[in-house]
């Protein structure tokens, strides 16, 4: 730094800060030598505070007001200070001006899939993402264990770390709590509150308060999609004859060559038979049961024989009875030609926590 620079700084004797950013979570005042001159006026605004560094050793944290930097105001300085040139002269500390504003709409989401194993749907991978508000709380911890020396910390330089932590949460507890898939639409709010509840002591660590967090949404891969779909579509033909007189009706409607009374009488009996075809079908359980045609199903090799079909749990078994080794072939729906069992990533999963790592 210049001569100028050095006189310019003789001269300043007020501190104070105005964020002209967005993003700014920690300000070093700047000072020439970091010298401080005695008398010196510190504006502290509104959601702001100042941490007083000398030597390394955090000294003392000033919230909103305005002081005149001497002895009485500044009690704590004043014992790691020994004022040796007399009370005109300055004395050095860093100035660190925190930023106690919300910062909204952060953003986290979810990089990889994450499998979860659902009773209706067998092993499936989601994505989520949603949005999270944060602030500064402890100032003094903030600089101590994040900010350290740097002299301008942004957002930015912390986001990755805790989007990071965030996912790493949100992938344990939605792992534990066994929700179906079909129930985590509605249960967005009440995971969202959990989540931050079991987040907040690992945010105060940071001195990091974690105002709000959202899901906005759980995603699932399209065909699972299309499944759930098909799932609501049928759970809305809760009365088969009364749809299939519906559906005739409306065929008939539509079709002038069919309008007569005697064509539709036809009609409806068609659809009475098929109706009470359906009641009286014995070979249908009497549950409520809707099969599920979207569930994968695996074909194994026997005496060089397909053998099969198996469900992803009757494999999973398979597998844990040590019957069925990671080079068994096997085949599923949509593929073209056999392949081992370690190339599903379904199976390949399960193989990973069944085996213990090498020792030594």
Same mark, same amino acid.
């Given at each position: 730094?210049?001569?100028?620079?050095?006189?310019?700084?003789?001269?300043?004797?007020?501190?104070?800060?105005?964020?002209?950013?967005?993003?700014?979570?920690?300000?070093?005042?700047?000072?020439?030598?970091?010298?401080?001159?005695?008398?010196?006026?510190?504006?502290?605004?509104?959601?702001?505070?100042?941490?007083?560094?000398?030597?390394? /050793? *955090?000294?003392?944290?000033? +919230?909103?007001? %305005?002081? @005149?930097?001497? &002895?009485?105001?500044?009690?704590? $300085?004043?014992?790691?200070?020994?004022?040796?040139?007399?009370?005109?002269?300055?004395?050095?500390?860093?100035?660190?001006?925190?930023?106690?504003?919300?910062?909204?709409?952060?953003?986290?989401?979810?990089?990889?899939?994450?499998?979860?194993?659902?009773?209706?749907?067998?092993?499936?991978?989601?994505?989520?993402?949603?949005?999270?508000?944060?602030?500064?709380?402890?100032?003094?911890?903030?600089?101590? /264990? *994040?900010?350290?020396?740097? +002299?301008?910390? %942004?957002? @930015?330089?912390? &986001?990755?770390?805790?989007?990071? $932590?965030?996912?790493?949460?949100?992938?344990?507890?939605?792992?534990?709590?066994?929700?179906?898939?079909?129930?985590?639409?509605?249960?967005?709010?009440?995971?969202?509150?959990?989540?931050?509840?079991?987040?907040?002591?690992?945010?105060?660590?940071?001195?990091?308060?974690?105002?709000?967090?959202?899901?906005?949404?759980?995603?699932?891969?399209?065909?699972?999609?299309?499944?759930?779909?098909?799932?609501?579509?049928?759970?809305?033909?809760?009365?088969?004859?009364?749809?299939?007189?519906?559906?005739?009706?409306?065929?008939?409607?539509?079709?002038?060559?069919?309008?007569?009374?005697?064509?539709?009488?036809?009609?409806?009996?068609?659809?009475?038979?098929?109706?009470?075809?359906?009641?009286?079908?014995?070979?249908?359980?009497?549950?409520?049961?809707?099969?599920?045609?979207?569930?994968?199903?695996?074909?194994?090799?026997?005496?060089?024989?397909?053998?099969?079909?198996?469900?992803?749990?009757?494999?999973?078994?398979?597998?844990?009875?040590?019957?069925?080794?990671?080079?068994?072939?096997?085949?599923?729906?949509?593929?073209?030609?056999?392949?081992?069992?370690?190339?599903?990533?379904?199976?390949?999963?399960?193989?990973?926590?069944?085996?213990?790592?090498?020792?030594?």
């Amino acid at each position: 730094m210049n001569l100028w620079n050095k006189i310019f700084g003789e001269f300043i004797d007020v501190i104070d800060w105005l964020d002209e950013s967005s993003d700014t979570l920690v300000y070093r005042f700047p000072r020439y030598n970091n010298e401080i001159k005695y008398g010196a006026k510190l504006t502290v605004r509104e959601s702001q505070a100042v941490v007083f560094v000398n030597e390394g /050793e *955090i000294a003392d944290v000033l +919230g909103p007001g %305005i002081y @005149e930097l001497e &002895t009485k105001n500044i009690p704590i $300085i004043s014992t790691i200070q020994h004022w040796d040139h007399g009370f005109n002269s300055p004395f050095k500390a860093e100035v660190y001006f925190c930023n106690l504003r919300r910062f909204l709409d952060l953003k986290w989401g979810t990089k990889n899939p994450i499998i979860l194993r659902d009773k209706e749907f067998g092993v499936v991978r989601v994505r989520a993402y949603g949005t999270y508000e944060i602030r500064i709380n402890d100032p003094k911890r903030f600089i101590k /264990e *994040i900010v350290g020396t740097e +002299g301008h910390f %942004i957002l @930015e330089d912390i &986001t990755s770390g805790l989007r990071n $932590i965030i996912i790493s949460k949100f992938t344990s507890i939605v792992g534990d709590s066994k929700i179906p898939l079909l129930d985590l639409a509605a249960s967005y709010e009440k995971l969202a509150l959990y989540i931050k509840e079991n987040l907040q002591n690992e945010f105060d660590e940071y001195g990091i308060e974690l105002i709000d967090l959202h899901i906005e949404n759980i995603s699932v891969p399209s065909l699972v999609e299309k499944a759930i779909d098909e799932r609501s579509s049928m759970g809305v033909i809760k009365d088969l004859d009364n749809y299939l007189k519906y559906k005739t009706a409306t065929a008939l409607d539509k079709n002038s060559d069919l309008s007569s009374m005697a064509s539709m009488g036809i009609g409806f009996a068609m659809a009475d038979k098929l109706a009470q075809s359906f009641k009286n079908d014995n070979s249908t359980p009497k549950k409520d049961y809707i099969p599920a045609p979207y569930e994968k199903m695996y074909y194994i090799t026997k005496n060089n024989q397909p053998d099969g079909p198996y469900s992803i749990d009757e494999i999973e078994d398979m597998i844990k009875r040590n019957r069925l080794s990671k080079n068994s072939m096997l085949w599923s729906s949509g593929m073209e030609n056999w392949e081992s069992a370690k190339s599903f990533e379904e199976l390949n999963s399960i193989y990973k926590f069944l085996t213990p790592p090498p020792i030594g």
